[in-house]
Nanobody
Framework: QVQLVESGGGLVQPGGSLRLGCAAS????????MRWYRQSPGKQRELVAA???????NYADSVKGRFTISRDNARPTVYLQMNSLKPEDTAVYYC??????????????WGQGTQVTVSA
């Protein structure tokens, strides 16, 4: 059974950095699309960053130049490096991946979410 497990959230001061990780466990063929979303209280879930295998990353305008999505194929894990954090980045962050399993089905998987709080 495939699972995504997130790590790395926490409390950080404005201007600080955090790195979120999302590790995929279980047996599968490939992790083809990787995304990070976030959701603040009272707001809709927002796509923050996306990376298609073999492609270039895409970012929401609000995080361009500050956030970087990357993957480690050997683990396999997807990361979100967040620099120059602002209070408005405070949210629960979710990783999402489209994974091809051994029945050749592509399915959507979600992590459990990790809280990021940016506050002095």
């Amino acid at each position: 059974q495939v699972q995504l497990v997130e790590s790395g959230g926490g409390l950080v001061q404005p201007g600080g950095s955090l790195r979120l990780g999302c590790a995929a466990s279980g047996s599968f063929i490939s992790m083809n699309v990787m995304r990070w979303y976030r959701q603040s209280p009272g707001k809709q879930r927002e796509l923050v960053a996306a990376l298609i295998a073999g492609g270039s990353p895409n970012y929401a305008d609000s995080v361009k130049g500050r956030f970087t999505i990357s993957r480690d194929n050997a683990r396999p894990t997807v990361y979100l490096q967040m620099n120059s954090l602002k209070p408005e980045d405070t949210a629960v962050y979710y990783c999402n991946a489209v994974i091809q399993t051994w029945d050749y089905e592509n399915s959507d998987y979600w992590g459990q979410g990790t809280q990021v709080t940016v506050s002095a």
